[in-house]
């Protein structure tokens, strides 16, 4: 579903390019018939998106949930091994809080991250591949910028998590 939702992302640009470059230029008649249909098939095409998303959000978050439950049952039956003594150095509150909260955003991220990177993947290389297709110096001038951003994605985001983690350290406990 997530290729497909990419998929759709990617034509339905390409149908209203067609209408404005094209189908303008047509005869009147044959102009309204031709863009309404077209109309339908970008109407039918959301219509697809929405139920590729839908999809996608909702067996996600089951997975998710499944997935959680999953985890905390490992979890519960690991804290249950520990001894007696542990439980007198920790907070049970704590403990408790903070398996909650940390289990569900894993199973978020593992919900999520698959998805996000299978779907922008799709879309920047579709993206990439059309605009060298319509316009290859664009194209070139595009690449160049983004692999700029990334070189400095690269130097900048080792040097944020240090300073990150420097004021976690901080934080009190």
Sequence with gaps: ??????????????????????VLFYKKNK????????????????LALYGCNYYMLYYGHVMSTKMEKDMREELFCHYQ?????????????????????????????????????????????????????????LAVVVLIIIVAIFLNIRYFVPKINKAFLKNHEKLPK
Excluded at 15 to 21: L, Q
């Design 1 to 22: 579903m997530a290729s497909i939702s990419a998929a759709i992302v990617l034509i339905i640009p390409l149908i209203i390019r067609h209408i404005t470059n094209e």
């Design 31 to 46: 102009a309204v018939q031709t863009v309404a249909v077209l109309g339908l098939c970008i109407f039918i095409l959301f």
């Design 81 to 137: 091994k520990l001894s007696l003594s542990f439980y007198d150095e920790q907070k049970v509150g704590k403990l408790m809080s903070r398996m909650t909260n940390d289990l569900y955003n894993i199973g978020e991220v593992l919900h999520h991250a698959p998805e996000d990177i299978l779907t922008t993947s799709i879309r920047m290389i579709g993206v990439f591949v059309l605009l060298f297709l319509m316009n290859p110096a």
